[in-house]
């Protein structure tokens, strides 16, 4: 009778075990499904795929940046990018620097997918050598996931630019390169006050050593110690040591109406 008891008690034991990590993995679940589905809706209402008219002096510009900061006064540009689902406001705190990593651009709510955005180092008017714009990986195709259409060398091929707008300006990105980097701290590991330092990270931009990497050779401008670089840098989905990043050079700064 004891052993009976005993492989009852092992048996309801295994039972509330099964049901313990059933009810985690219908959590993690349902978790994973309600971000995924957050990050997706986060931005219906305000993403834009207008194209710019010219009046010949200045371009039109499609943000509405009054209402946009009427939410949210620290968003300060929007990015858009060729080809893919990247059509977001770029934000950055006045008070942490990772705090738009689990936070929207909208409100400031919390929100896993978190939002696109710069860090202090980095000027909001886009004057510095090196501009890192930061952005999750994983979100269905939301936020940054998309950059990494730009392993396939046909979509590199064909879509060559991406856009910043500011409140006064659309600036236009000539794509150099995409390609596999180390983790490092892009602002924090060079000093691009220093010539040489900012000459080796261009060329690293313009001849990637990774061997997961696109090239454009045919530029609409040189690549100089004037140039204006932004890279758009994401994870690697399972590579936590390594990043995707899309480097762009300005070639074009354009008065908005």
């Not at 959590?27 to 207008?50: K, M, R």
């Not at 501009?131 to 936020?143: A, C, D, L, S």
Request: glycine share 2%.
């Amino acid at each position: 009778m004891d052993e009976k008891k005993k492989k009852n008690s092992k048996r309801i034991i295994l039972i509330i075990i099964a049901l313990i990590l059933f009810i985690c993995a219908a959590v993690y679940i349902g978790v994973y499904l309600y971000n995924n589905y957050a990050a997706q809706h986060e931005y219906d209402d305000i993403s834009t795929s207008e194209n710019s008219q010219s009046n010949g002096q200045t371009v039109s510009n499609p943000i509405d940046f009054s209402s946009l900061q009427s939410q949210n006064n620290e968003i300060y540009a929007w990015l858009k990018v060729d080809g893919t689902d990247i059509d977001y406001p770029v934000v950055q705190s006045s008070v942490s620097d990772d705090f738009y990593l689990r936070h929207s651009a909208l409100n400031k709510s919390y929100i896993s997918s978190g939002a696109i955005y710069t860090e202090s180092v980095n000027s909001t008017d886009f004057s510095d050598p090196v501009t890192v714009i930061y952005g999750h990986n994983g979100y269905k195709e939301t936020m940054f996931t998309s950059l990494h259409e730009f392993e396939d060398a046909d979509f590199f091929n064909n879509n060559e630019y991406f856009y910043i707008y500011t409140p006064q300006r659309k600036l236009t990105y000539q794509i150099i390169s995409a390609f596999k980097y180390d983790d490092r701290h892009i602002m924090n590991s060079f000093d691009f006050n220093s010539q040489d330092d900012l000459k080796n990270f261009q060329n690293t931009v313009i001849n990637p050593s990774s061997a997961l990497k696109n090239v454009r050779t045919e530029l609409d401008t040189q690549i100089n110690e004037n140039s204006k670089i932004v890279v758009l840098s994401t994870c690697i989905t399972n590579q936590k040591s390594n990043r995707y990043l899309v480097c762009g050079v300005l070639v074009k700064d354009e008065k908005t109406d």
